[in-house]
């Protein structure tokens, strides 16, 4: 038996959001649909959120939640309806419909467990990226400078991690765009400029040269002496 959270704002039974789970033995507790519910909740094997209405809300609480660093698989439910719009970027790591049956959601709960243990055992660090004091998680979607947590925004998060992936290497604004916004994003480059300075202030006077300015190119991410040393050496 598995001890399941339950994310809603309905005030209907678990098993009238996801009628599935009347069918197995798992133990589900329900919570208000908000990344601070899960502050006090008891340990659990996974965390459901229901999603069948205000899309636009439940995917910025997913992205909130696995931002937490939320140590077990985060399913979103859904109408058919929904599949149309979720994306990757709302850091779930499955998605259940609410016609499942019992045996498709005990397998997607299996296989969610499973894929999160194996990612956590045999590879614990390479969803960090290390550079020049900067500690980039991708996996809690938090980012520390010298051991100093970062308070980013999520596209403030995105757009730190692509520049540290690619130390020295400069991208025009558009490239960036695309990179990071998305080739559906309808903005002018200038977002590209207002989010560069809000990442400066957050990284401090100390550190702000970590992002540099290529005049009337773009940015690139610009490694100290020693890490540019050590990936030149990487390569040769």
């Known amino acids: 038996m598995s001890h399941l959270l339950l994310l809603t704002k309905s005030t209907q039974s678990s098993a009238e959001v996801l009628p599935a789970l009347a069918l197995l033995p798992h133990s ?61 970027d709302w850091g779930m790591d499955d998605v259940i419909l609410t016609t499942a049956g019992p045996a498709e959601l005990e397998a997607r709960l299996r296989l969610s467990q499973g894929r999160l243990a194996e990612a956590r055992d045999g590879h614990e660090d390479s969803h960090l990226i290390s550079t020049s004091g900067l500690v980039v998680d991708e996996a809690t979607y938090t980012a520390k400078l010298e051991g100093r947590t970062l308070d980013l925004t999520f596209k403030e998060f995105e757009l730190l991690k692509f520049l540290a992936q690619h130390p020295g290497r400069v991208f025009t604004r558009q490239q960036l765009l695309q990179e990071v916004w998305g080739y559906d994003y309808f903005g002018g480059t200038r977002t590209v400029d207002v989010h560069v300075r809000r990442l400066r202030a957050k990284l401090g006077a100390d550190n702000e040269t970590l992002i540099g300015t290529v005049r009337n190119v773009g940015y690139r991410f610009v490694a100290t002496k020693a890490d540019a040393r050590d990936t030149a050496d990487a390569k040769a």
């Not at 094997?45 to 999603?51: F, I, K, S, T, Y």
């Not at 205000?54 to 058919?80: F, K, M, N, Y």
């Open 28 to 88: 589900v507790r329900i919570l208000p649909a908000e990344a601070s519910a899960l502050l006090d909740a008891p340990p659990c094997d996974a965390v459901l959120v229901d999603g069948r209405n205000d899309l636009a809300q439940v995917r910025s609480l997913t992205r909130v939640i696995r931002t937490t660093g939320i140590e077990c698989p985060l399913v979103l439910i859904l109408t058919e309806g929904g599949l149309a719009v979720v994306a990757a």
